[in-house]
């Protein structure tokens, strides 16, 4: 991966740059710092903030984090020697003005529009959390569920045509994504 996309919006903190890579999209209104990873085809939408500055984020396959959203982590101490990375599967769909902070995401989510998830929750594969919902810190989300609220219940088993479309969710933003590269 390169680190040679650094301008505006994407920058380094304290020496660290963003690992991008060509097939990456970024909206020019996104704010991409320092140590952050994105995996190929990764898609970033307008207006989302991103900061890899006191522990790193990492973003996997084809996952989109769409417009509004932001992305943080928490410093590592000596009550929590790793602090809270922000680490993000692949196939992951994040909808507009999300919150993710000191978490980690299984592969083949949808986190709907609004939604919060706080340090240290751990979501596993093949989940949909709806829009809105709060997921407070360190609660496991198992795999194969939909969940709602605030603070966020396990409501139902999902579907075969929920978790099938989990997929297809990320691929359409691959292919938009694609539209949006080659207008640049």
């Not at 995996?39 to 396959?61: K, M, Q, T």
Request: glycine letters at 10%; charged letters at 15%.
């Amino acid at each position: 991966m390169s680190t040679n996309h650094i301008s505006n919006n994407i920058r380094p903190y304290q020496g660290i740059s963003p690992k991008l890579n060509s097939s990456n999209y970024i909206d020019p209104s996104a704010v991409i710092v320092g140590d952050i990873t994105l995996a190929e085809d990764v898609s970033i939408w307008p207006l989302v903030a991103a900061r890899g500055d006191v522990n790193h984020i990492s973003i996997g396959l084809r996952t989109n984090v769409q417009d509004g959203t932001v992305l943080h982590v928490t410093r590592k101490s000596e009550r929590n020697p790793d602090g809270y990375p922000l680490s993000i599967g692949s196939d992951v769909t994040i909808g507009h003005k999300c919150m993710l902070h000191g978490c980690i995401l299984g592969d083949r989510i949808l986190v709907g529009m609004g939604a919060i998830i706080m340090d240290g929750a751990v979501i596993e594969d093949d989940v949909f959390i709806g829009a809105g919902s709060l997921v407070p810190p360190n609660k496991t989300l198992v795999s194969g569920y939909l969940y709602v609220g605030n603070p966020v219940n396990q409501v139902r088993c999902l579907t075969k045509d929920e978790v099938a479309f989990l997929k297809q969710s990320a691929l359409n933003y691959v292919d938009l994504k694609n539209d949006y590269m080659l207008q640049l």
